[in-house]
């Protein structure tokens, strides 16, 4: 019964993907424009993909790309400020968006009868945002406050930054996407100005529309709203390669806290890279699920953490495996990292069982399909998709390129990444004092 | 990330002119008393299982709270003859996934599936509903890592702000004064027993809501459900506690200290409706202009105008019993009376003023739009949904005279709505932050003010 299960869900995958109809389409700007139909609900998801996140920055400038996320609510030519969220909302639509290390998202949801004002309202801020002093202060101000929430206010972001601040040396994943607190309170309205110029060109950018619309309606509104806004040259490439690690490096933090933290990041490839179907199944052994290997071992049996998280994120350049444990009260994170290593040193030594692989790829596949459960869901796959795998077509490659990694893949693979010279590790300290008794 | 919005409006639903309709389900009442529902749907090839049962924090044992959520996360943890670990390893065999929690009013296991592994995934809960074996060894690890789960959000001001606000806002006695997870206090006066109890009190027909939606064929798929539903004794309907709304005489001010805040995170309350309110409409539209939206007037000022926070909202509360309106947002410790003298203005201003025919049309508009993928798009939103009208009581109406109900109102009706629950006198404030830089302006609030420190086991307020 157990390896039929991995059969049917494979199976059934299969027909799934054949339903992942995308209409596809370039303008003459270079803007690419994907429509996927799903008639369910009367809503769309409209997601512009922006190949430029906080790895296109410099120092000094740190977490522009972030702060740009925000400048694009601010107000452009036709809708002046506010005017953007006003207009969406008593359209019954609401947005959010979001800045990575390599990509800056912007993420509409609405009824269909607010489509054509979507569409206007979106190829007015990447053609013509305006740049108010005063607007631009008092953003700085709620970019701040985001900082000091996901950062300074909390123990696991405060580490997360100083280990990635480590793990890499030359590349500009070095720094924080929600950029430097110097930096934030730096930069300049000419800074701004360029970074608009760097990314926001339509050739730079990837358009999905998901959900209840069809080809005939979206198509002939990107032309008439996105194919006038003229082509730019695309963000300069990111020459710096991080140079292979030598050896352990280690990051301590001291601060109040009542329990510490341990984090670990390995250096892995780009989403690109062959392995990239291999790091996947290694993240659901590891850390897939309660069933998996950290979670039974350190969070179950040996009771040192609350919670075992690892795995990996599609990158356009070289990436991390991240770990990241919340140690509990009394446990040192020295006995966290002895038991983590041991198994990370047996998965690059023994061959995994054949059902335990089996039961990562049923999960990672069964984790396919909620992908697709909603229209949101489904846009950002297919961006996701095309920016860091080269083609929103590879969704339909993805279940046999899962099915292929072999037991030999695994072991392969985990013997090269997780050997100790790749490895950064980051503990935090509770300060003396603030510890919580036994 | 611009906004943590869409995770705050979970309340919140929103389309343009139609209407909307729940699709078609059928409903039974099992011989023991379950309810049982069943909506077929063919989208993606999952099945999504809702199993309810009613409770929650009201049905707790006092000085034991957190015993719901304790006893349905040890239910996970060995039954019938698989022990804990299988239990893990044969759900994610299958691809599945399984959440369970409890919250103030129901316990619930939410359970998703490919459709082709119905009988392993249903006979898996079926071990988990009826017969959980609760081993000592896997109770005393669950009740440990909660308390250190408290101790771990007590190092995040924005997790903790909310249990605190729970304990200080309702009364002692009020099953709302919990936040539905066991504390660093209460884990010691939970044993074997007691959550066998509470398992039985719990764990009946009588009790039991029992929701499938998704990918099945009801003629195959029913027989399965009814014979998991239908396989708990019938029991005891549990005792709804009566309503007890809380009521203030006088503004009270907690400040919870943390000397290490950059921030400070602050909750400010006042009682709000319950679930079947016929104020609910109106309140819905009300919030989503103050509280409850980007563009609403709390962000509008706080955020977007002053550059004083990365948010600002409101939440109203709908459960069983009268919940909170509270406004919710943070600051830099330097700007707090700044940012709450701000935030009581809008509110001054809200509650004297009220709202206008276009503010009503946009609202509308938005809670409409928003609901169908808020609520109506997947299996397992639908499972919720249909758990939720049979918890409260409520018929298919709720959902399909909904936009209706919208319909009808006017701002005449939301203000006369908001002149009965937005009340700028008798505030109920709660701040975590750093006591020794924030205490003496924050006592320009509140006569009645106490400072307790993080460091304090539990999240009970210091009596006022």
């Known amino acids: 019964m157990r390896r039929l299960a991995g059969i049917f869900i494979v199976a059934a995958f299969a027909m799934e993907a054949q339903m992942v109809q995308v209409t596809e389409h370039t303008l003459s700007n270079g803007m690419k424009i994907l429509i996927h139909e799903d008639h369910d609900v009367p809503n769309v998801a409209l997601y512009l993909f922006f190949k430029v996140g906080s790895r296109n920055e410099r120092p000094g400038a740190t977490g522009i790309s972030h702060f740009f996320e925000h400048m694009m609510f601010n107000g452009a030519k036709k809708y002046g400020p506010k005017q953007f969220d006003i207009q969406m909302e008593k359209a019954g639509g609401r947005n959010n968006a979001y800045t990575s290390r390599d990509v800056t998202v912007y993420t509409d949801w609405f009824p269909r009868t607010a489509l054509e004002l979507m569409f206007d309202m979106e190829a007015d801020r990447i053609r013509d945002l305006s740049f108010d002093p005063k607007i631009v202060e008092s953003e700085r101000g709620v970019v701040s406050s985001e900082r000091r929430t996901s950062v300074d206010n909390s123990p696991f972001g405060t580490l997360y930054e100083q280990l990635n601040a480590t793990a890499y040396i030359a590349h500009p994943y070095q720094w924080p996407v929600v950029g430097w607190a110097s930096d934030i309170e730096a930069w300049t309205m000419e800074d701004l100005k360029a970074h608009y110029r760097m990314g926001y060109a339509p050739n730079n950018c990837v358009v999905v529309v998901s959900g209840d619309v069809t080809p005939a309606e979206a198509l002939p509104l990107a032309k008439k709203y996105f194919e006038p806004i003229p082509r730019q040259d695309p963000p300069p490439p990111v020459r710096t390669l991080e140079p292979p690690q030598l050896g352990e490096r280690r990051v301590e933090v001291r601060r109040p806290a009542n329990l510490p933290l341990l984090m670990a990041s390995f250096h892995i490839g780009p989403a690109r890279d062959p392995d990239f179907p291999v790091y996947q199944v290694i993240e659901t052994i590891l850390a897939g699920g309660r069933s998996s290997r950290l979670h039974q071992r350190l969070v179950e049996k040996e009771q040192l953490v609350l919670n075992a998280g690892g795995g990996v994120r599609p990158s356009l350049d070289p990436g991390q495996f991240l770990f990241s444990f919340q140690v509990r009260s009394g446990r040192k994170p020295s006995d966290v990292e002895k038991s983590l290593y041991e198994e990370l040193e047996r998965l690059g030594k023994e061959p995994v069982p054949a059902e335990e692989l089996q039961k990562a790829k049923n999960q990672i596949l069964a984790d396919f399909y909620r992908e697709l459960k909603t229209i949101s869901g489904k846009a950002n796959l297919l961006g996701t998709y095309e920016v860091f795998f080269g083609s929103w077509n590879e969704i339909l490659n993805a279940p046999a390129r899962i099915e292929k990694v072999s037991a030999e893949d695994v072991k392969r693979v985990a013997a090269r990444i997780f050997a100790p010279r790749n490895r950064t590790a980051g503990t935090l300290i509770p300060e003396p004092g603030a510890e919580v008794k036994q | ?464």
């Open chain 2, 1 to 464: 990330m611009r906004t943590a919005f869409g995770i705050l409006l979970m309340v919140l639903p929103g389309i343009a002119s139609s209407q909307v309709r729940l699709p078609e389900f059928t409903r039974e009442q099992l011989p023991n008393g379950a309810i049982l529902i069943l909506l077929p749907r063919h989208d993606v090839p999952l099945v999504s299982v809702r199993a309810v049962f009613r409770g929650g924090a009201e049905i707790e044992p006092q000085g034991m709270n957190g015993i719901t959520a304790a006893t349905v996360e040890m239910m996970r943890r060995g039954a019938g003859k698989r022990t804990a670990a299988q239990i893990d390893l044969d759900l994610d065999f299958l691809g599945a996934s399984l959440n369970a929690g409890a919250n103030r009013q129901s316990a619930y296991f939410s359970l998703e599936f490919l459709a082709k592994t119905a009988p392993e995934a249903m006979a898996i809960l079926a071990d988990i509903l009826t017969q959980p074996a609760f081993p000592e060894d896997e109770l005393r690890k669950v009740l440990a890592q909660a308390a250190d789960r408290v101790r771990s959000s007590k190092d995040n001001p924005a997790a903790a702000v909310g249990p605190y606000f729970n304990g200080f806002f309702y009364p002692a006695g009020h099953p709302y004064r919990h936040s539905g997870t066991p504390d660093e206090l209460s884990v010691s006066g939970i044993n074997r027993e007691e959550v066998l109890n509470h398992y039985r009190r719990m764990a009946a027909g009588k009790n039991l809501i029992f929701v499938a939606a998704g990918d099945f064929d009801s003629k195959q798929f029913a027989p399965l459900a009814r014979k998991i539903a239908g396989a708990l004794p019938a029991g005891e309907a549990v005792n709804a506690a009566a309503d007890a709304a809380p009521r203030f005489d006088r503004p009270r001010l907690l400040l919870v200290d943390k000397p290490d805040a950059t921030q400070t995170y602050f909750r400010i309350g006042m009682p709000g409706i319950h679930r079947r309110h016929p104020d609910r409409a109106a309140l819905l539209a009300a919030n989503t202009l103050f509280g409850g939206r980007f563009t609403s007037l709390l962000n509008d000022a706080l955020r977007v105008n002053a550059g004083l926070t990365y948010g600002a909202n409101s939440i109203l509360d709908l459960d069983r019993l009268t919940g909170a309106i509270a406004i919710n947002s943070y600051t830099p410790t330097a700007t707090t009376a700044k940012a709450i003298d701000l935030a009581l203005e809008v509110l001054n201003q809200f509650a004297g003023k009220g709202i206008t025919q276009e503010q009503l049309d946009s609202a509308r508009a938005y809670i409409k739009g928003n609901f169908p993928t808020d609520r109506l798009e997947t299996s397992d939103q639908l499972c919720a949904i249909l758990a939720e009208l049979e918890l409260f009581g409520l018929g298919r109406d709720d959902i399909d005279g909904f936009f209706q109900r919208l319909d009808a109102l006017t701002p005449e009706l939301v203000n006369a709505a908001i002149r009965r629950h937005f009340t700028a006198g008798n505030l109920q404030f709660c701040l975590v932050g750093n006591a020794a830089a924030i205490e003496k302006e924050a006592a320009k609030y509140a006569k009645s003010m106490k400072v307790v420190s993080i460091k304090t086991e539990g999240f009970a307020p210091p009596d006022f």
